[in-house]
């Protein structure tokens, strides 16, 4: 039987994770997946989710299944903590999933239960799972225009052209904020527009939020989600824990479901448990119950929140060090944009050849795409790149 079965495409990010791990160089720098790393290198476990950890092993009495939906109150303060407080609750249905993918992954299998031939537009470019879940699914996918390479924005006239071609009941997949691979992000004033169009053409919003607090504060990265939330009927969200909480490995994720009505959202609700059922029964526990206890304890939240922003804002001086470096260096302003993306990634805009120039002349590692993560940069190394880039070709 396995005879048959076709070498599968190796994961790009992945692939160069590897890569990079296998690189002998000490003066190599690795700008690929997506994980935080502080200036030494290291991705910290979180004090406060330490300090959660050592409680719950303390006050844990049994390892029990929880429900379909996993436990209650994570659900409940994640939810809140991305939708606000006036999140729609007797329309909102959620579950906790394996990390931020398994939510996209079921995001997907309820959008198609409820409507199998829907499409799903996704922006150009766009997180590459993404595009290979749904090419796994076997799901027809739309691309709409997304990045200008010239200036390092967002191409929203191209957005909005692109998705006036969508129909009634094609989904949207939307970056809740900090845009991966890009780091350019629609402002309010664009996210409305884009609410308009969803509307007036009968779409339904997909938002993949999985960095929340790592551009402009957890409030401002939630904000374009919450207007979308008040302004659309339905809305599906799936949000993930592992970069905000540093949690990558504990898979801990959430899938929200809005419906039009407080009378669909039984059905709503028990369509999601149904959906965990089917493809792994209960989700994982241990990330979803530290998050639950962080964020209902007062001295837990406000040091996690502390901690956060410290991160946040260390990714800022970087995006400020990398982008004043390559203007002195290139005597212009044509890499300004890196300053005002927002996130972990920024798209540098440069052609694949000058990315390989970069990993096999200076051992740079970014995706082919030319995808940075700027948390895996420090003070000393800026000026490396920056240098490397110019001497790439740049
Ligand atoms: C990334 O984009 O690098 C992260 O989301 C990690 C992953 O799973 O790809």
């Known amino acids: 039987m396995f005879e048959s079965l076709k070498p599968q495409p190796a994961d790009k990010i992945l692939a160069l994770m590897q890569a990079y791990k296998e690189d002998p160089r000490d003066t190599k720098i690795d700008l690929g997946v997506g994980v935080y790393k502080n200036a030494e290198g290291v991705t910290p476990i979180m004090r406060a989710v330490k300090a959660a ?71 150009d470019p766009t997180w590459p799972n993404h595009l290979s879940i749904l090419k796994y699914l076997d799901q027809e996918t739309v691309t709409y225009r997304y990045f200008d390479n010239d200036t390092g924005g ?31 992000n629609l402002n309010l004033t664009q996210w409305q527009a884009v609410i308009d169009l969803i509307n007036a053409k009968g779409l339904i919003p997909m938002i993949d939020i999985a960095y929340q607090g790592f551009g402009d504060g957890l409030d401002a990265d939630a904000a374009g989600t919450r207007l979308v939330v008040k302004n659309c009927p339905e809305v599906i969200i799936a949000a993930s824990c592992s970069k905000n909480f540093g949690i990558y490995r504990e898979r801990t994720g959430l899938l929200m479901a809005i419906s039009e009505t407080p009378a669909q959202q039984g059905v709503t609700q028990g369509s999601l448990a149904y959906l965990n059922r089917q493809t792994y029964s209960f989700p994982p526990d241990h990330g979803a119950r530290l998050v639950g206890m962080i964020l209902t304890d007062d001295a837990l939240r406000a040091d ?7 991160v946040r804002l260390g990714m800022l001086d970087l995006r400020e060090q990398l982008a004043t470096e390559l203007r002195n260096l290139s005597g212009s302003d044509r890499f300004g944009f890196l300053a005002q993306h927002r996130g972990m990634f920024s798209r540098l805009g ?43 070709g740049a």
Not at 72 to 87: N, Y
Not at 361 to 386: C, E, F, Q, W
């Open 304 to 310: 996690w929140m502390a901690e956060l922003e410290e």
């Open 350 to 392: 440069v052609s694949p050849e000058i990315v390989e120039k970069l990993r096999a002349d200076h051992g740079v590692y970014m995706v082919g795409d030319s995808r940075m993560n700027i948390a895996g940069l420090n003070k000393n190394t800026v000026p490396v790149l920056a240098q490397a880039i110019i001497d790439a």
């Open 154 to 184: 967002v191409d929203f006239d191209g957005m909005i052209a692109d998705l006036g071609g969508a129909q009634a009941g094609d989904v949207v997949l939307l970056h809740g904020c900090c845009h991966n691979p890009t780091g350019a």
């Open 53 to 123: 950890e050592r409680h719950l092993w303390e006050s844990e009495t049994t390892k029990t299944y929880t429900g379909l939906a996993g436990d209650p109150v994570f659900a409940d303060a994640l939810s809140t903590l991305i939708l606000g407080d006036d999140k729609p609750a007797d329309r909102l249905a959620a579950v906790a999933t394996p990390g931020g993918t398994g939510a996209v992954r079921l995001g997907f299998d309820l959008a198609r239960m409820a409507n199998p031939g829907m499409r799903v537009f996704v922006s």
